[in-house]
């Protein structure tokens, strides 16, 4: 299984709602990471899991908190989001932190706030 | 932190034909790795191909091949033989040999394949 898997693939909600998006690999990969991309840009990282541990935090709104619950599974809790927020969450997974091969990417979350 | 210069948003190619893509990357250190992702419509990011700066050969995967040019800081990217499923967006990541927790990713090149 060389897959990471993300869950919804689409997701719309109010300002007022409370969600989750989730993500999921069975490669063994022990560092997981959120991207936030807008259209036609660049991935922006948002937070990295290194073994189960959150090991980097860009500066992200308290709205977005992340939780690792097991080596394979990597949550996004959303809560009171802005418009502004609307953009494609992407999750990734490497086998270390410190191993400097490639990430491995899932499809995507495509959120979308009203 | 380390940039990384895509400068051309929009390319294009007849299929059958080659195509390059350009980076360009500022970094102090000596010990990194270079990386080009694909992103169809389909939204996933997948990897390309990748390039490590100690190793002097350049890298190719089949269609695609790189032409890493440390002591300019480039890291270009041919595609031979363009075949319409190379329509995608590209980018070029970089990730630190020492502080290897992130990439940093160009702004990207839309290719277009042209029938």
């Known amino acids: 299984d060389t897959e990471v898997t993300q869950t919804p693939k689409h997701l719309v909600m109010g300002m007022t709602n409370k969600k989750s998006l989730k993500c999921e690999q069975h490669m063994g990969h022990r560092a997981m990471y959120w991207y936030k991309q807008k259209a036609k840009k660049p991935p922006e990282l948002m937070f990295v899991?290194?073994?189960?541990?959150?090991?980097i935090n860009e500066s992200v709104p308290s709205r977005f908190s992340p939780e690792c619950p097991n080596s394979s599974l990597l949550n996004l809790h959303l809560h009171a989001l802005q418009p502004e927020d609307s953009a494609l969450y992407l999750c990734?997974?490497?086998?270390?932190?410190?191993?400097?091969?490639?990430?491995?990417f899932g499809q995507g979350t495509r959120l979308t706030v009203v | 932190a380390q940039t990384v210069t895509q400068s051309q948003p929009e390319m294009s190619v007849q299929e059958a034909e080659t195509v390059t893509l350009s980076c360009t990357y500022d970094?102090?250190?000596?010990?990194?790795?270079l990386f080009w992702y694909k992103q169809p419509p389909s939204r996933q990011m997948i990897l390309v191909i990748r390039?490590?700066?100690?190793?002097?050969q350049n890298a190719t995967e089949n269609r695609f091949s790189v032409n890493f040019q440390k002591a300019a800081k480039s890291f270009s990217l041919k595609i031979s033989d363009s075949q319409l499923g190379d329509a995608a967006m590209y980018f070029c990541a970089y990730r630190s040999a020492n502080t290897g927790n992130q990439f940093y990713f160009g702004t990207g090149t839309s290719l277009t394949v042209i029938p």
């Open positions: 970094t102090s250190e000596s010990d990194y790795y």
């Open positions: 899991y290194s073994y189960e541990k959150l090991s």
């Open positions: 990734a997974s490497s086998p270390r932190v410190d191993l400097n091969t490639e990430a491995f």
């Open positions: 390039q490590e700066a100690y190793k002097q």
